[in-house]
T-cell receptor, first 113, second 112 residues
Framework: EAGVTQFPSHSVIEKGQTVTLRCDPISGHDNLYWYRRVMGKEIKFLLHFVKESKQDESGMPNNRFLAERTGGTYSTLKVQPAELEDSGVYFC???????????FGNGTRLTVT | KQEVTQIPAALSVPEGENLVLNCSFTDSAIYNLQWFRQDPGKGLTSLLLIQSSQREQTSGRLNASLDKSSGRSTLYIAASQPGDSATYLCAPKGVNTGKLIFGQGTTLQVKP
């Protein structure tokens, strides 16, 4: 069984630019989550999809962040325009059911200069 | 608001020792709690998941316990090996949300 896959593994962009992160969950996992870790802080929740619907987006920092999961398969997280404080590692996770273990990808390290 | 604390923040032990990592959380209204390990530059690997109705879970040399009422969980690692070196994270899931709340983790180094 392939794990959660994230692209790219690293991204370096300038302030004001746009970046799109992609996550491919484990096949058959309806639940997809985005988390991030900014420098020196703990990992924090961003949002949760069940299939293509946003179940909880209470962790999204502001309207510069847009997450989509068209067709209930892969998901994208777009940051537009990027700010310096957006730098960090963005993790995607998926689970088969709400109470199942979460499986994480290797993350995308985003650096905004 | 759920807050998670992991003690110690870092731990260095010689190979072969048994050790305990501690996790405490402020809101006991949790659905389950998951333990992860993270290797440098990698994602999180799920180790154990304990449902709120359970007291402990075991997988190989790992044993995780949960005392929901007191807001505590421990991860016991038996006969530690250098390959166990990583950061260990605990994350309870709230009863009414799908969110995992993470602590800062315990960074473990096992010396050969």
């Amino acid at each position: 069984e392939a794990g959660v896959t994230q692209f790219p593994s690293h991204s370096v962009i300038e302030k004001g630019q746009t970046v799109t992160l992609r996550c491919d969950p484990i096949s058959g996992h309806d639940n997809l989550y985005w988390y991030r870790r900014v420098m020196g802080k703990e990992i924090k929740f961003l949002l949760h999809f069940v299939k293509e619907s946003k179940q909880d987006e209470s962790g999204m920092p502001n309207n510069r962040f847009l997450a989509e999961r068209t067709g209930g398969t892969y998901s994208t997280l777009k940051v537009q325009p990027a700010e310096l404080e957006d730098s960090g590692v963005y993790f995607c996770a998926s689970s088969r059911a709400w109470d199942s273990p979460l499986h994480f990808g290797n993350g995308t390290r985003l650096t905004v200069t | 608001k759920q807050e998670v604390t992991q003690i110690p923040a870092a731990l260095s032990v010689p190979e072969g020792e048994n050790l305990v990592l501690n996790c405490s959380f402020t809101d006991s209204a949790i659905y389950n709690l998951q333990w992860f390990r993270q290797d440098p530059g990698k994602g999180l690997t799920s180790l154990l998941l304990i449902q709120s109705s359970q007291r402990e879970q075991t997988s190989g040399r790992l044993n995780a316990s949960l005392d929901k009422s007191s807001g505590r969980s421990t991860l016991y690692i038996a006969a530690s090996q250098p390959g166990d070196s990583a950061t260990y994270l605990c994350a309870p899931k709230g009863v009414n949300t799908g969110k995992l709340i993470f602590g800062q983790g315990t960074t473990l180094q096992v010396k050969p």
